[in-house]
T-cell receptor, first 113, second 111 residues
C-alpha cells in the first residue's frame, strides 16, 4: 500500500519568514495530494490540494509543488503569520485505492513573533 | 457547506465495554472514513466505506468494526474496549475524486 513520509516533524520560523514542509510517497499510481491544517482542538481542514497533472499550485501565501518523477511534494508558506501556527498534514491517494487518503505524520509549525 | 457531525466530543468508557461512535454527513457523499489520531503517528485509517453496506479495512482495523446501513451514517464499533484504544477518533466523508471533510472528532478515554 501507499506510504507517505513527512519532514520535519517540528518547524519554528520567525514571523515573515517562509516555511517549507516536504513529503514523499511510495505509490506511483497516486494522483491526488491534499494538505490539511489542524489548529489546536479543531478538525483538520483542507488548505490546498494538487493533482498529478499539475506541477505547482498557488493560493495567496500558500503554494504546493509536485515532482512526480521523484515522488515528492512540498508545501510552501510565505510571509508567515502567528495564525499559521498549527499542525500540517500531507496526504496522497489514487483513484484505484478506494479513494482513501494516506496521511503523513504531521508537522508542528510554530511562527514566533 | 459540508457538515460532518460526530455524536460526541468527549466519551469515557470502561475496559470491556462495547462502544459505538456515530458519524453523520449531510452531503450525500459516497465515501466515509474513520481515523484515529495519536501524537507523533498522524492520522491512521481504521475502516472506510464507499457505499451503503460496503466496508473495507484500513491500516489498523484490529479491535474495531463498522456499520453503514444508510448512506449518511457510518458507525465505528469497539467490540470490547481496551485502554490502548484511548485516542482521538475522526470521521471524514468525501465524494468521488473530491476533497475530504472531517468531523470535529471524539476524544475517547477507556478506563
Amino acid at each position: 500500500g501507499e506510504n507517505v513520509e513527512q519532514h520535519p516533524s517540528t518547524l519554528s520560523v520567525q514571523e515573515g519568514d517562509s516555511a517549507v514542509i516536504k513529503c514523499t510517497y511510495s505509490d506511483s499510481a497516486s494522483n491526488y495530494f491534499p494538505w490539511y491544517k489542524q489548529e489546536l482542538g479543531k478538525r483538520p481542514q483542507l488548505i490546498i490540494d494538487i493533482r498529478s497533472n499539475v506541477g505547482e499550485k498557488k493560493d495567496q501565501r500558500i503554494a504546493v509543488t509536485l515532482n512526480k518523477t521523484a515522488k515528492h511534494f512540498s508545501l510552501h508558506i510565505t510571509e508567515t503569520q502567528p495564525e499559521d501556527s498549527a499542525v500540517y498534514f500531507c496526504a496522497a491517494s489514487s483513484t484505484g485505492g478506494g479513494n482513501k487518503l494516506t496521511f503523513g505524520t504531521g508537522t508542528q509549525l510554530k511562527v514566533e513573533l | 457547506d459540508v457538515k460532518v457531525t460526530q455524536s460526541s466530543r468527549y466519551l469515557v468508557k470502561r475496559t470491556g465495554e462495547k462502544v459505538f461512535l456515530e458519524c453523520v454527513q449531510d452531503m450525500d457523499h459516497e465515501n466515509m472514513f474513520w481515523y484515529r489520531q495519536d501524537p507523533g503517528l498522524g492520522l491512521r485509517l481504521i475502516y472506510f466505506s464507499y457505499d451503503v453496506k460496503m466496508k473495507e479495512k484500513g491500516d489498523i482495523p484490529e479491535g474495531y468494526s463498522v456499520s453503514r446501513e444508510k448512506k449518511e451514517r457510518f458507525s465505528l464499533i469497539l467490540e470490547s474496549a481496551s485502554t490502548n484504544q484511548t485516542s482521538m477518533y475522526l470521521c471524514a466523508s468525501r465524494p468521488h475524486a473530491q476533497p475530504q471533510h472531517f468531523g470535529d472528532g471524539t476524544r475517547l478515554s477507556i478506563l
